[in-house]
């Protein structure tokens, strides 16, 4: 394909105002709820079709199959899709360098209206799309709408961002001379998705790393194959050109190892744990036969995130922080606050405070619309069990701690919350990605501070308190990638909230802020003597 010929299949269409945050559903308007519904019905008569690989363009089918089931009800298959290995890793890198010829070419103009016009296709069945999030991961229509609406805001503003980047000039032009700033495309990407915002992180890092001139080979998560898959049709219906992104399911161990690994592979961006990032930095790390780049990761890897609420705070405002932020999603979020630091002449009120507002959470299918939906899979269920029983054994259970059958089967779990844990016990250090909460004490703000700096993640933090001192403080010494002051600390938002994190939590990459296109660039210095 010819840059002429893609240049007249995508209708080009302009920017026309700044970027502005997708606004939220309120579900309360019974037109919003009927919409939600019916979005619901269409889907549920969707479920179980089988998606093919998409490689250059070529639809293919395996023998190995990935069956993406709903947590809420196990025997409910979403959708079947096809088990990338990695006989199938040289195909669609070749697939992607092939088109990385063309679409790096074309106008950046051209790509962004490509993307908006994605993000308008989404914009026009939002419901739709929550509904598909509701069945396959379990979140309820709030958090549907959220993952959906952040997906919309990363298309709008990276597409945004990509016109600046792309206007950008060097700090002074020098006497004699003309001179350029140009930021240019890497080449190949492999983009390696989580399940928790299996379509905002999925479409943000895809995004990025095409609007910028990039192609992408898209490993989504096994858990959460379907609602990736639902994008790409988006892209094809928007125009996109085969082989610029190619859509490979399959396991991490064979072919997303296999991906990292290949010579031509010039930069990973991954979501997820801890574990797997610093497997997937090292092995990015090591040059193959024939690699003459040094690869680029992209990470970003969870946390152990806190809220410190001191003696001064607005205590109906932090006990409503801290139960939204450990328990949207049943805390199966990197920026989940699984710890509450609260200063000791509060600390009892607290607790009786948080434990009565816990109580008020319901737990069931989220379809139905409950506060708390499913966790993601038996192996996730049977993790956060093995927390709880440490959890008995350092501190006291004060709410929850039980799992509970439904006749369907779900893997459901009850908000939980621990008093009395030690800053350096199991349960304060290691991320459960459950709601699974620990209470921990301290007599002072900067004892409080120093418990929240102790682990070896720096994602996100909070702190409740009145003092423009401590405020201050804090600013300086609170050592996460996005900190927030009397709110809670999940719920980042597009051009606002820059999200990435110090430390363990990977590579603060700052997601949705004005830095994060140049990761998928390098920048070349043109000098032209007049």
């Excluded at 094809?236 to 396991?251: I, K, R, T």
């Excluded at 630091?341 to 405070?353: D, G, H, M, N, W």
């Excluded at 459950?434 to 921990?440: E, F, N, R, S, T």
Aim: hydrophobic content about 40%; some cysteine; charged content about 20%.
């Amino acid at each position: 394909m010819t840059t002429a010929s893609l240049t007249t299949q995508i209708q080009p269409r302009s920017p026309q105002r700044g970027f502005v945050n997708e606004p939220f559903i309120d579900f309360k308007a019974p037109e919003n709820a009927r919409k939600m519904q019916a979005a619901l019905d269409l889907v549920a008569s969707q479920l179980g079709r089988e998606y093919d690989l998409i490689i250059g363009g070529r639809r293919l089918k395996t023998e190995g199959k990935i069956r993406s089931l709903n947590p809420a009800r196990p025997a409910q298959v979403v959708g079947v899709h096809q088990k990338a290995g990695a006989e199938h890793a040289q195909e669609a890198v070749q697939a992607a360098l092939h088109a990385f010829e063309f679409w790096s070419r074309i106008s950046v103009e051209t790509r962004v209206s490509l993307l908006l016009n994605a993000a308008e296709i989404i914009r026009q069945r939002k419901f739709e799309f929550c509904a598909w999030l509701t069945y396959e991961v379990g979140k309820n229509w709030a958090e549907a709408d959220a993952d959906v609406g952040e997906t919309i805001d990363f298309l709008e503003f990276y597409s945004r961002d990509a016109l600046r980047l792309a206007a950008a000039q060097t700090p002074i032009q020098y006497p004699g001379e003309r001179n350029e700033l140009l930021y240019i495309p890497l080449g190949v990407g492999a983009v390696i998705s989580p399940w928790n915002f299996p379509f905002a992180i999925m479409v943000g890092m895809t995004a990025a790393s095409i609007v910028t001139g990039n192609t992408v080979v898209l490993k989504p998560s096994s858990d959460a194959p379907t609602i990736a898959a639902k994008f790409v049709e988006v892209l094809e219906e928007a125009g996109l050109p085969g082989g610029v992104v190619n859509f490979c399911p399959g396991s991490g161990s064979a072919f997303g190892n296999a991906i990292v690994e290949h010579p031509k592979t010039r930069f990973i961006a991954f979501t997820g744990s801890k574990a797997v990032g610093l497997e997937i930095h090292e092995r990015a790390a090591k040059a193959r036969p024939g690699q003459i780049w040094i690869k680029r990761t992209i990470l970003e890897m969870g946390g152990k995130d806190s809220i410190l609420v001191c003696a001064d705070a607005d205590l109906d405002a932090a006990v409503e922080g801290v139960v939204a932020s450990a328990f949207g999603f049943s805390g199966q979020k990197c920026s989940a606050c699984s710890r509450a630091i609260v200063e000791a002449p509060i600390y009892e009120v607290f607790t009786e405070r948080l434990r009565e507002r816990v109580a008020q959470l319901t737990v069931g299918d989220p379809a139905a619309n409950h506060n708390m939906g499913p966790v993601v899979n038996q192996n996730a269920l049977k993790s956060m069990l093995s927390y709880i029983e440490t959890g008995k054994k350092e501190g006291r259970l004060i709410a929850g701690g039980h799992a509970f059958d439904t006749p369907e089967g779900g893997y459901f779990l009850e908000p939980t919350v621990f008093a009395g844990i030690a800053p350096i016990a199991l349960l304060a250090q290691e991320e459960i990605f459950g709601p699974v909460l620990a209470l921990i004490k301290v007599e002072n703000f900067e004892e409080g501070l120093a418990v929240a700096n102790n682990t070896e993640y720096g994602l996100t933090g909070a702190l409740y308190t009145s003092d423009r001192e401590r405020l201050n403080h804090a600013r300086r010494e609170y050592h996460v990638g996005n900190l927030y002051f009397n709110r809670k600390c999940t719920g980042a938002m597009v051009g606002a909230h820059p999200f990435g994190g110090f430390n363990m939590s990977g590579t603060d990459s700052k997601a949705g802020g004005p830095d994060y296109l140049t990761l998928f660039t390098q920048a070349k210095s043109v000098a032209e003597k007049l």
